[in-house]
C-alpha cells in the first residue's frame, strides 16, 4: 500500500517559514514527479509547486513564485517545501502528491498526473 504523509504544517506569523515533509513508503518514487497543491477555505484545491526527476525541472504558481522551493531527497523517498514569506493567503491544507511515473514539465500543473495523494496537513499564516 502507497503512503503519503505529511508533516510540517502549523500556525505561522505572516513573513515567517514553514517547511513541510512528505515522506512516502509503499514504493519509491525517486524516479517519479511529485508536487504540492493546496486548497483554502471556500475554495478549490490549486496546485503550488512541482519537480520531474529526469530533467530536474520545477514548476510553480505564481502566487509562490520566489517564496516557496520544492526539493526532495530521493534517499528517503521525501519531498520537502519551504515556505518563506509566508502570507495570510497561503492558509490552506496543503497536499503531497505523486505521479505514478516521471512526467515532462508541461504536465506538472494538472491533478490528473498525479495518481497518490497525501492526507493533507493545515498551515495557518496570522496576520
Known amino acids: 500500500q502507497v503512503l503519503l504523509v505529511e508533516s510540517g504544517g502549523g500556525l505561522v506569523q505572516a513573513g515567517g517559514s514553514l517547511r513541510l515533509s512528505c515522506a512516502a513508503t509503499?514504493?519509491?518514487?525517486?524516479?517519479?514527479?511529485m508536487g504540492w497543491f493546496r486548497r483554502a477555505p471556500g475554495k478549490e484545491r490549486e496546485f503550488v509547486a512541482a519537480?520531474?526527476?529526469?530533467?530536474?525541472?520545477?514548476a510553480y504558481a505564481d502566487s509562490v513564485k520566489g517564496r516557496f522551493t520544492i526539493s526532495r531527497d530521493n534517499a528517503k523517498n521525501t519531498v520537502y517545501l519551504q515556505m518563506n514569506s509566508a502570507k495570510p493567503e497561503d492558509t490552506a491544507v496543503y497536499y503531497c502528491?505523486?505521479?505514478?511515473?516521471?512526467?515532462?514539465?508541461?504536465?506538472?500543473?494538472?491533478?490528473?498526473?498525479?495518481?497518490?495523494w497525501g492526507q493533507g496537513t493545515q498551515v495557518t499564516v496570522s496576520s
Open positions: 509503499g514504493r519509491t518514487f525517486s524516479r517519479n514527479t
Open positions: 502528491a505523486a505521479a505514478a511515473r516521471d512526467f515532462s514539465y508541461g504536465n506538472l500543473y494538472a491533478e490528473t498526473t498525479y495518481n497518490y
Open positions: 519537480m520531474t526527476w529526469g530533467a530536474g525541472s520545477t
